[in-house]
């Protein structure tokens, strides 16, 4: 056989993920590699360990991870996680790099080849190893059937013997990938949908969706897109009269759903505490930024909380985790996707090549160095002996001259 793959079961607890699927298991066999799961690693995703055995690999325990040439994680790993890698390792796993800095610096001191796979471009060829869409795309539908059960109310019109039940007016801010796809959603079940976004070519795919579009339509409106096709922040002006109308449209709504993130920044505040005041008692916010600061003044990471008048603020934390059985199968196939463009299929080995366009755009850390441009200022620690570790501090290297070296 080639080279050893690993796949561990997540050490957090709340991540009930998996970063491969039989399906992605029988190709990496039949691509020469060997395959080793850990023990119940896709429990949570209703993937049992005799699901992989048919697909080829084996089932093994956390330290089979020293054996392995390269991991496949949902998550970052962790520095226990790290000790058990051989230098030279290569990772793919959502890393989630911007705020933790140390935690990048602890993956060049281990000398693994650290992929960051929410860097990857939004180019055609990419698509497919996308696992910002992919998981988004499950967070919108999940956002939406989190909102219809803390909304307790039915969301389609339905005219009855008994009278009718108005349908629920919805409001999506955000029109990227979870965006639409809530729209997409609640359309299905028979809500009145409006959304807004700052991108322009949003408005079209709204259209398309069924959905009324909302925004101050101005000139910096018509130019405000990033050419990697990212919401851009809008200046303080726009800000205000976009919140004004916005202000607005919320009072009048039953659910909103917020999706707006900026890459490497906070959430933009979207919804202030005046805003949800201005809300219907028993309407529902669902806000999908809550990890990265939120959208709505007054969510609280991991909680469902209620507004002094009435109003559910739902911060679910990693909502793709809540359609897990689904969200595993799609991010495997990202992960597969990615790493087969590495392989070499006659020598039946992962060659990494620092210049190639996917792999310079997302390889975080290489050789014991950080090499991604946005991260070139980190310095790296060197780790002391122990014996020294009491009583010598340990020397530092900055990497910012070796960006671009691997």
Not at 1 to 22: C, K, L, W, Y
Not at 106 to 128: K, L, N
Not at 259 to 288: E, F, H, Y
């Amino acid at each position: 056989m080639g080279q050893n793959i690993f796949v561990p079961r997540e050490v957090d607890a709340t991540e009930p993920r998996v970063a491969a699927s039989p399906e992605t298991v029988k190709r990496l066999v039949g691509l020469g590699f060997s395959v080793v799961v850990e023990k119940d690693a896709g429990a949570a995703s209703r993937i049992l360990d005799g699901d992989y055995v048919g697909a080829g690999a084996t089932i093994g325990k956390a330290g089979d991870a020293a054996k392995a040439d390269v991991v496949l994680k949902v998550r970052r790993p962790s520095e226990s996680e790290l000790k058990t890698y051989k230098p030279g390792t290569i990772v793919l796993a959502a890393m989630d790099p911007y705020g933790h800095e140390s935690s990048v610096a602890a993956m060049a001191r281990a000398g693994v080849s650290a992929f960051c796979m929410e860097f990857m471009p939004r180019i055609t060829r990419a698509q497919s190893m996308d696992i910002l869409s992919s998981q988004a795309n499950l967070a919108g539908y999940q956002a939406v059937i989190d909102a219809a059960a803390e909304y307790d109310r039915a969301l389609p019109m339905m005219m009855t013997a008994a009278g009718t039940v108005p349908a629920a007016k919805v409001f999506v801010m955000g029109a990227g990938v979870a965006g639409l796809q809530a729209i997409a959603t609640a359309r299905r079940l028979g809500a009145i949908v409006t959304a807004t976004d700052v991108r322009p070519a949003a408005k079209e795919q709204v259209a398309s969706l069924g959905a009324k579009f909302i925004a101050v339509e101005d000139e910096e409106f018509k130019a405000a897109e990033t050419a990697g096709g990212y919401a851009k922040e809008m200046s303080k002006e726009y800000q205000a009269k976009q919140a004004a109308l916005i202000a607005e449209h919320i009072a009048k709504q039953d659910i909103v759903i917020t999706t707006a993130l900026i890459p490497g920044r906070p959430a933009p505040r979207l919804v202030s505490s005046a805003m949800v005041a201005a809300m219907k008692a028993g309407s529902v916010i669902v806000d999908l930024a809550v990890e990265r600061g939120g959208n709505v003044e007054g969510a609280v990471p991991g909680q469902v909380v209620s507004s002094e008048n009435g109003v559910k603020i739902v911060g679910h934390l990693n909502v793709p985790g809540r359609v897990s059985a689904s969200a595993s199968l799609l991010y495997a196939k990202n992960l597969y996707a990615f790493l087969e463009t590495m392989v070499d299929k006659e020598a039946k080995t992962v060659v990494l090549n620092p210049e190639e366009e996917l792999v310079k755009a997302t390889l975080l850390t290489h050789g014991g160095k950080i090499v991604h441009p946005a991260f070139a200022s980190v310095e790296v620690e060197e780790e002391a002996p122990a014996e020294q570790a009491a009583e010598a501090k340990p020397k530092k290297r900055s990497t910012s001259k070796a960006k671009g070296d691997a």
